[in-house]
């Protein structure tokens, strides 16, 4: 299907449109989160191509993941815009290295390396290094920024003074590490990802004729994620361009959060001053999230600017900024939704066990499980969650697990669908979902997905991934799409790992969640140490945490939980804090820690945080709770929630509460669920404590929350109070 040119430019917004028509370079397109910029740039490279301006065989587009550059392929092939080159800088440096390799070098490319690890475990026996198998993993991590920063073994050490270094390790020990993995890839013939950016740099500055060739097979670039690109990406793009102007570069500097990966912002804010004609395109309508959300988005940044103050130089006047982009205000397109929810835990388990009881109360509330996403800051916090996921018997997905295309199921669905085609020639468009379920059959598929959880469950949502896949194909490509075309389309995605959605939530770091967007999102951890973490001692890398936090906020479209906990393990001292972020964001913060800097803001329309520590965004303290046996002001989460001091005797009926952990338990069982699922020991407490009279008495016990009260309200009041209430 090709579109007309008034057919690519309808539906844009005015900024979208301006950016889709801006068709001669330079331009920069600044796009908040949410501001449908691949929707701005595919469209502006289908415009360019259908007005004759571009020629889509000499347009390239730069992404940074293989999966983006897919989607981004997939879209401009459904605007017409064929022939147009999606790639990742490594996948289209290391195209152009494997055709002129002959010419510039001799012979034939070298083997690529996938991982450094063993290469650099070799490098470390040479040096008589013994290391473990995560510190390799870390000096692998190490070695890539030097070498995207265009650093060599013999100028890290000095490059690298103030960075952290890998557990056990010193700049220079590195350096001789770095020198040593250079020269086993050296005697084995290898290269590595990095080397293919680094070796294209020096043929395109040593060999005027193929940079020449180059630079005449492709005459416009459009990179996405500007704010991404490290300096050797950077040099790359240059030399392909050559001194020419036709580029476009899509980016938002307060989603810079590669740093430590060498990515920098420099380019995408210095744009201006390398191009002063630039045309500049601001994208600020948020079609992705509630005004709440935005609002909350807003705020987090708003509070580091308004941190931001200039030093007064010697003669009096004011110095420089520091290097802090003013940050995109976003506009929200949508309609209002809930208030952001903040909870506190006791601990990570009551934590993981409180965002369990919140993913039921949303699934029964009609919310797929593919669009329910719960982002940490490490991966060791998953733990917990995944925990808590198995026994509520959430179906749920890690990202970065086992990869979707290597899964048995797939692999053999994908088989069938092969064979399937060759004989399926006279079905196409609507009737293609209803061969690929009769297909997949076979193989154990059913319209009803199995009751159970485990391995039967998450075979039958790989397959069920398929048949919605074609059910999308089909209606965005109508009655020309075949089995054919979704099989080539399923090889297209295998090979760029682009996964299509399975039912189950997302469990996945902020850092990988980056590009992603979910209706509800949980940020789980947020507590000083974790969120920034431990080892962001500087400004720098304290406002890179600020920004990841940013990312995760803007991840989700309608709803969004942010919890913390005060303390590690179950039982233990409650020594963590809320992360200093929270400050400016939850309503309750200044009766954790006395008068906040920004005053508090109470959000439209905010719902209770039921479950174990949980603390609604709407409700406020109008003063600081005292205990009940002492008289002394109660400083953690636990102590408020069981009104005293943890020093201080239980003034609770013993027999009530063991009453109501015999009632938690076989409640537990007969639901299949973990006890403190329910209830944890800490609100078991308050309520023996409180030994509340009413439902509206329950209510106001930390812990319980509206949900938990419909469930089990009417057997905690007959228990406590030794009468039915109904």
Known sequence: MTETTTDILAGLDAEQRQAATALNGPVCILAGAGTGKTRAITHRIAYGVQTGVYDPHRTLALTF?????AEMRTRLRDLGAHGVQARTFHSAALRQLQFFWPQAVGGTVPELVDHKVNLLA????????????????????????????????????????????????????????????????????????????????????????????????????????????SPLQHRLLDLWLGGRNELCVVGDASQTIYS?????????????????????????????????????????????????????????????MPRWAEPLELLSQRDHGPGPVFAECADDEAEAGW???????????????????????????SQALESACTAAGISYQLRGGERFFSRREVRDGILQLRAAARSAQDVAGDQVPGRVKDVLASLGYTEEAPKVSGATREKWESLNALVALSEELASARGDQFTVTDLVAELDERAASQHAPTVQGITLASLH?????????????????????????????????????????????????????????????????????????????????HGARTTPARRRPGASGAGGPGGRGAGRKRSHPVQCRSCGKTLE???????????????????????????????????????AFVIFTDATLVAIAEAEPKSPAELLRIPGVGTSKLEKYGQDVLELVNGIPTA
């Open 636 to 674: 953690t989460g636990a102590e408020r929630k069981t009104g005293r001091c943890l020093d201080c005797p239980p003034t609770y009926d013993e027999g009530l509460f063991e009453n109501l952990k015999a009632w938690r338990l076989s409640t537990s069982q007969a639901a299949s669920m973990p």
């Open 260 to 320: 430590f990966t060498g990515a920098t912002s420099r380019f995408l804010l210095d744009f201006r001053q390398q191009h002063p004609d630039a045309t500049v395109v601001k994208l600020v309508r948020d079609y992705r999230s509630t005004p709440e959300i935005v609002d909350l988005a807003n705020r987090l940044l708003a509070e580091r600017t308004r941190q931001r103050v200039p030093v007064p130089g010697p003669d009096g006047t004011r110095g420089p």
């Open 512 to 592: 990988s969640a980056k590009g992603l967007e979910w209706d509800a999102v949980f940020l789980v951890g947020l507590s000083e140490g974790l969120m920034p973490i431990s080892f962001a001692d500087t400004q720098e890398d304290i406002d890179e945490e600020r920004r990841l936090l940013y990312v995760g906020i803007t991840r989700a479209r309608l709803r969004l939980f942010l919890s913390w906990t005060l303390a590690r393990g179950t039982g233990g001292r409650s020594t963590r804090k809320p992360s200093r972020f929270l400050d400016s964001l939850d309503p309750e913060a200044d009766s954790r």
């Open 122 to 229: 070799e490098a470390a026996r040479r040096l008589r290094t013994t290391t473990d198998r995560a510190s390799l993993r870390d000096l692998a991590g190490e070695i890539e920024w030097a070498k995207v920063s265009m650093r060599t073994p013999d100028s890290y050490a000095a490059a690298a003074a103030g960075r952290q270094m890998p557990t056990g390790w010193d700049a220079n020990g590195v350096a001789r590490l770095f020198q040593g993995y250079e020269d086993v890839k050296t005697d084995r013939n290898l290269i590595d990802f990095e080397d293919v950016l680094l070796i294209m740099v020096g043929i395109l500055e040593t060999e005027p004729r193929i940079a020449a060739q180059i630079r005449d097979q492709y005459r416009v670039f459009i990179v996405d994620e500007y704010q991404d690109v």
């Open 65 to 69: 993941t293989a999966r983006a550059a």
């Open 355 to 381: 965002v369990a009881g919140q993913v039921q109360q949303l699934l029964a509330d009609g919310i797929q499980a593919a669009e329910i996403a719960v982002l940490f800051r490490t991966n060791g916090q």
